[in-house]
């Protein structure tokens, strides 16, 4: 008896104890450009956007990224992540619905540009990740260095769109811009640890009463 309570409360320090259950993951990744050709140029003239899917019942999303050169901008120049639900996104955007998650982010340097995010959580479904600039204040032209394909990284975009001055957007596989999407599985509830840990402290009295 003793022996299985001693088993029975190291089984549950060692789960409770374990790292978390799932590591980040890319949810979106369209690889690093090759550059091939001109770069498109992110402004308050010109937005992009790559198409992505979310299987698992949810997705908690922990930092977003896109891939940029300087151009005519400057380093600290910003610009926003926007995540919009695939439910009318290229309507005009007077009937586009409200981005579903939007941060800022900065230019830094050349390369990879990232965001960290506080675990924004996304339903099953279909999303947009929109680059988006509202005014020359935020940078008077980022550089997007192209893909060479539409299907190359490890999460390939299911599609691109980009905009124009009107803000409507247009599907088209004409701008494969660099962009990256990390999520995670969501955590198990506090409660589950809660009861996890009493059931541990359970364990320990029954080996003190047994001993």
Do not use: C
Not at 68 to 91: C, E, V
Not at 135 to 141: A, F, L, N, R, V
Not at 168 to 184: H, N, T
């Amino acid at each position: 008896m003793k022996n299985q309570a001693v088993t029975i409360g190291g089984a549950l320090a060692a789960f409770l104890l374990a790292p978390a259950i799932a590591s980040a993951d890319f949810v979106l990744d369209t690889g690093t450009p090759t550059g091939t050709g001109a770069p498109v140029i992110l402004s308050d003239a010109q937005s992009f956007a790559a198409e992505f899917q979310v299987t698992a019942a949810e997705e908690v999303i922990t930092s977003l990224a896109a891939y940029l050169t300087q151009g005519a901008g400057q380093p600290n120049d910003t610009f926003t992540f926007d995540i919009y639900s695939n439910t009318g996104f290229t309507s005009r955007p007077s009937n586009r619905p409200a981005p579903v998650y939007s941060t800022t982010g900065t230019f830094t340097a050349n390369g990879w540009n990232t965001a960290a995010v506080n675990n924004w959580t996304l339903g099953s479904g279909f999303y947009w990740l929109a680059l988006q600039v509202s005014s020359p204040t935020q940078t008077k032209g980022l550089d997007l260095p192209l893909e060479s394909s539409t299907s190359t990284g490890t999460q390939a975009a299911l599609a691109f769109a980009s905009a124009g001055t009107s803000g409507q957007y247009a599907v088209s596989g004409a701008d494969p811009i660099g962009v990256q999407i990390q999520g995670s599985a969501v955590p198990l509830p506090a409660a589950f640890w809660l009861f996890g840990s009493g059931m541990l402290g359970l364990g320990a009295m029954a080996r003190r009463r047994i001993g």
